[in-house]
């Protein structure tokens, strides 16, 4: 078999089981999931939380699908394959062989972020293209100077705003690499790089212009969610904590690359690495390399340092699509194994073991959770059934339901006239909301747990409305996750409360 075929085979297995399993198995999507859904609905330039970009996409697949909701599923193996093929096409364009650029992938296939997380669609997910996509295009475009291939950069990072802010990082390290190398500087005194910038500015000038109109509505999201540090030990601890994760992340990797050396493979690895020597194309390729690989990084764990801010684990995601290519040009793979067939079985078992976690999560989980898991939540009993409440005492489809993230966004996907989430019931927080269309249709309050009143989000709006039912859903046919209650109040139209009342 080719290295080209043997990439084909493995990237289509993985991608084809990963989607597979959850598409057959879980029974209500992962969180970011249903936001993404309930957000798509309304096809606006911006969301509470991220850019627009995932929510359309799934908005997409919902609407291909004649309202299926496993769309999500396979988006995240459309985006890791398109990785795959990115960090492919970059290997070769490192002067790696075709074994090696297959190796490449194998080995980015068994870090952590390209399991576990995958069925769970969002921003961090739909970034791995974006960083790959853009590593490449970049060094394409250095090499050939070819006004397509810069425009094509300033396209993909101008998508990759639309993702998520986070892509910013990596446009800053392209920048500067452009500032720093003699190679890449010279390319300045050239239409190239001003028409990728001046594609991505133009694309984005609509979502800035919603930024504008939402007085920067996720940023001001982002900053009421994040946490100053509280001691100076955070300083330390915060960034230290992040890259103890991001290695944890690649212990498959490790464990991959050490089936491969063997014991014996280890020892000796040192010397058979001084041996090499390395040419001026070879060590400019290095360090471009090396640039993507450590910067961005280096960045974050600076900026954690700096601010004692506290990163998300998960947003290391997009940072490791050169961690495959890394090891293989510096470890010189896989001419150095011992063991290749070992480092292809460890990196396969890798991957039966995770998928057979997610599995295990959607059939077996219930026998042992006492706790409600969003996986089993029984999202589409609970959405019918609001439906069917608000259509009995209304006549009407239900237009609106308000709540929080998790209660109203499950209603809006679920119901099959999709009412629009008026998240909290802040006209701020949902500016696709039209307040008078509100108040001539009416709103359902939703809410859960075993309380009669309104939660407070809620009751700031309304303080003299109690429930008008309530409904106990079994979380899972089988075990022992305890049953979910839910709780709805109906507020007919020319009675919507439009501002909080003090």
């Not at 026998?367 to 259509?391: E, Q, V």
Request: aromatic content about 14%; overall charge neutral; hydrophobic content about 50%.
């Amino acid at each position: 078999m080719t290295a080209s075929r043997a990439a084909f085979v493995y990237v289509a297995s993985l991608s084809l089981l990963w989607a597979l399993i959850p598409t057959l198995f879980f029974p209500n999507p992962p969180l970011d999931v249903v936001e993404g859904y309930a957000w798509g609905r309304e096809l606006a330039l911006g969301y509470t939380k991220h850019p627009p970009m995932q929510a359309w996409l799934l908005e997409l697949t919902y609407r291909i699908t004649g309202g299926g909701t496993f769309g999500g599923y396979w988006l995240s193996q459309m985006s890791i394959a398109l990785g795959y093929w990115c960090i492919w096409h970059l290997a070769k364009r490192l002067r790696l062989t075709s074994w090696q650029a297959f190796w490449s992938i194998v080995l980015t296939s068994a870090t952590f972020y390209f399991t576990l997380p995958a069925p769970e669609f969002n921003p961090n997910i739909l970034q791995i293209p974006v960083w790959a996509g853009m590593i490449l295009v970049f060094h394409r475009a250095l090499e050939r100077g070819q006004l397509l291939d810069w425009l094509l950069l300033g396209a993909i990072a101008a998508f990759g705003l639309y993702t998520k802010y986070f892509v910013a990082l990596l446009i800053g390290a392209i920048g500067l690499y452009t500032l720093v190398r003699p190679d890449a500087r010279r390319h300045l005194l050239t239409p190239g790089p001003w028409i990728t910038a001046a594609t991505c500015v133009a694309l984005l000038v609509p979502h800035i212009l919603w930024l504008v109109e939402t007085d920067f509505l996720t940023f001001k999201y982002a900053a009421s969610r994040s946490r100053s540090a509280v001691s100076w030990l955070e300083h330390v601890t915060n960034p230290v904590n992040f890259l103890g994760a991001q290695i944890a992340n690649h212990a498959g990797l490790f464990i991959t690359l050490i089936s491969g050396f063997g014991i014996a493979g280890i020892k000796v690895l040192y010397t058979k690495l001084r041996a090499q020597d390395a040419g001026e194309t070879a060590k400019r390729e290095a360090f471009f390399l090396i640039w993507f690989a450590a910067l961005p990084l280096c960045v974050v764990l600076l900026l954690s340092a700096v601010t004692g801010g506290e990163f998300e684990h998960m947003w290391g995601t997009p940072l490791f699509v050169l961690s495959g290519i890394v090891a293989v040009r510096f470890l010189k793979l896989p001419d150095n194994w011992a063991h290749p067939r070992g480092a292809l079985i460890a990196a396969i078992v890798i991957q039966a073991i995770f998928l057979g976690v997610i599995s295990g999560q959607a059939l077996l989980e219930p026998l042992w959770k006492t706790k409600h898991t969003r996986m089993h939540y029984p999202g589409h009993d609970i959405a019918l059934m609001l439906s069917s409440k608000w259509r009995e005492e209304m006549g009407t489809d239900l237009p609106y339901v308000a709540g929080d993230m998790w209660s109203a966004a499950n209603v809006a996907l679920h119901a099959g006239e999709r009412p629009s989430m008026f998240y909290q019931h802040d006209r701020a927080l949902s500016p696709w909301i039209n307040l008078d269309d509100v108040q001539r249709k009416g709103v359902m309050l939703v809410w859960r747990g075993d309380r009669a009143t309104l939660p407070e989000e809620l009751a700031k709006y309304y303080p003299d409305i109690d429930r008008d039912g309530t409904q106990t859903f079994p979380a899972f046919v089988y075990g022992s996750i305890p049953p979910i209650q839910v709780n709805w109040a109906i507020i007919p139209p020319g009675e919507v409360a439009e501002k909080p009342i003090r």
